[in-house]
């Protein structure tokens, strides 16, 4: 039973598309999270969400918008894809000063 | 701010020891350090919470110098699973992980 699952795995979309992913825990965390790792492996985050609020909102676009339904759920929003989207995103979990758990990835490919 | 890790880079022979370091010009509350395969999502190693504080797992064991402001993580005896880019992230207060750009570790027979 995958503690983070992440989907859809691989994702290619023509510019200007609007996409989603999709991230559920079940570990019982808290806290979730959304990184973009690019082509040299920098892993930035981009928003967290702790008990349903938002508590932290990177500068990023405002075409990329996290929604979270409930506690278990995080999922990302990216309207009018552009190529510099592409790169692989990290959903991630924690509770308190515990060590982050990462989904396995989801690689988006903005063609 | 983003931690500053270094070696960008490490080549090692199997049994070989290796120190990874991270520093911050910011005050740090805490340091992580994860290692991420090839393909892979990155998996915690550990984290330390208190100035001076080291921690051991296995093989490979960190400390925290909060004066510093940084965090080094050894690798003794190095075994092929050990090969891996490792990031640090560092948190300063309830914010999340900024993560450093990553060491790369390759480890030879």
């Known amino acids: 039973d995958t503690a983070v699952s992440q989907t859809p795995k691989y994702l290619v979309t023509q510019m200007g598309n609007d996409k989603s992913i999709k991230c559920e825990q079940n570990?019982?965390?808290?806290?979730m999270y959304w990184y973009k790792q690019d082509s040299k492996k920098f892993l930035k985050i981009m928003f967290s969400?702790?008990?349903?609020?938002?508590?932290i909102n990177e500068t990023v676009p405002n075409r990329f918008s996290p929604k979270s339904p409930d506690k278990a759920h995080l999922n990302l929003h990216i309207n009018s894809l552009e190529l510099g989207d592409s790169a692989v995103y990290f959903c991630a979990s924690s509770q308190g000063f515990s060590g982050y758990t990462f989904g396995s990835g989801t690689r988006l490919t903005v063609v | 701010q983003q931690p500053v890790q270094s070696p960008q880079a490490v080549i090692l022979r199997e049994g070989e020891d290796a120190v990874i370091n991270c520093s911050s010009s910011?005050?740090?509350?805490?340091v992580h350090w994860y290692r991420q395969k090839h393909g892979e999502a990155p998996v915690f190693l550990m984290i330390?919470?208190?100035?001076?504080e080291q921690k051991g797992h296995e093989k490979i064991s960190a400390s925290f110098n909060e004066k510093k402001q940084q965090s080094s993580l050894y690798l003794t005896a190095s075994q092929l699973s050990y090969s891996g880019t490792y990031f640090c992230g560092t948190m300063r207060g309830a914010d999340g992980l900024t993560f450093g750009k990553g060491t790369h570790l390759i480890i030879q027979p």
């Open positions: 330390l919470l208190k100035g001076g």
């Open positions: 570990l019982g965390h808290d806290t």
């Open positions: 910011k005050a740090l509350y805490s």
């Open positions: 969400y702790n008990n349903k609020e938002l508590i």
